[in-house]
């Protein structure tokens, strides 16, 4: 039977401490950090050579829900009740609101350091030490809104700009195409500085600190986030009945894009699964 995503707005007492303690738990027996690497790995650019997957590629939304399960079957393993709640950023859009709260993730980081000093994956706590990022600190950082250089969340009309449009990506399939429903709601834009950030990306400039860059997973409020992305796929498939995931054929000779990218039945690494299997996965779970 499929189990149920909720909004983190929506969960109980009981729902948040036990999905914080699942956390904890998987942390402390060493496989959290494993998410952390993987995604390190297959964080590739544009301008790095060799295959992209898990960003500015069309395989961004396949490779996180498949990354987004693996997690989640981690967690289960600890307390089968648990789901990956989202975050939706176009509703609770303030440092204050969920999930920022010290039952749940805890608060921004303080202004000397950004390091988060609320909640229980702060570092005082003792149980979220850092081990895999491009920094040397071992604790949590969050500048959540960027204080000395603000920038606001996703509206709702942001996301709906990203949802509207009826492909689901287009050549060159990279972070520089401007239509397309992908990189529309990846988010890599035009120009430089934060017109160039769009949902996505620009929640992850919100969020700031451990959140900037490919050891995002670092901070637990990435799986909030992803959940909510993954949701925008589903939410765009019901809109656009019969749209499927592009490119269906992988580039032919001679294209930048050839062996760069993923199409529709190729694998998609480092999992034996091909987008074509995770664009319906309502017998695994749904969203309320």
Not at 13 to 36: C, M, N, P
Not at 89 to 104: C, E, F, G, H, Q
Not at 128 to 148: Q, S
């Amino acid at each position: 039977m499929a189990y149920t995503r909720k909004d983190v707005s929506t969960l109980t007492r009981t729902e948040k401490r036990r999905f914080v303690g699942a956390l904890l738990e998987i942390k402390r027996r060493g496989e959290y950090d494993e998410f952390v690497r993987t995604h390190i790995e297959y964080y590739v650019s544009d301008g790095e050579d060799g295959l992209r997957t898990a960003h500015m590629a069309p395989s961004f939304l396949p490779w996180h829900r498949r990354f987004l399960l693996d997690l989640e079957e981690a967690l289960r393993r600890v307390d089968s009740s648990v789901t990956v709640p989202y975050w939706d950023w176009t509703k609770d859009r303030t440092a204050r609101s969920v999930p920022w709260t010290a039952d749940l993730l805890g608060g921004t980081g303080r202004r000397s350091d950004h390091r988060v000093t609320t909640g229980p994956f702060a570092h005082a706590e003792g149980n979220w030490t850092i081990k895999e990022n491009v920094t040397d600190t071992e604790y949590l950082t969050r500048d959540l809104g960027r204080a000395g250089d603000p920038v606001d969340l996703p509206s709702r009309s942001d996301l709906e700009g990203a949802l509207d449009d009826p492909e689901y990506d287009t050549s060159p399939y990279d972070s520089t195409v401007r239509k397309g429903f992908r990189n529309k709601l990846e988010g890599w834009g035009a120009g430089r500085g934060s017109v160039s950030w769009r949902n996505h990306n620009r929640v992850h400039r919100w969020v700031g600190g451990a959140m900037v860059g490919g050891a995002s997973v670092n901070d637990p409020v990435f799986w909030l986030h992803h959940a909510f992305i993954d949701l925008q796929w589903s939410r765009w498939q019901a809109r656009h009945r019969g749209a499927r995931y592009l490119p269906a054929e992988p580039p032919g000779r001679g294209s930048a894009q050839r062996g760069r990218i993923v199409a529709r039945h190729e694998k998609l690494p480092p999992w034996d699964v091909t987008p074509d299997e995770l664009e319906d996965v309502g017998r695994i779970y749904r969203y309320a």
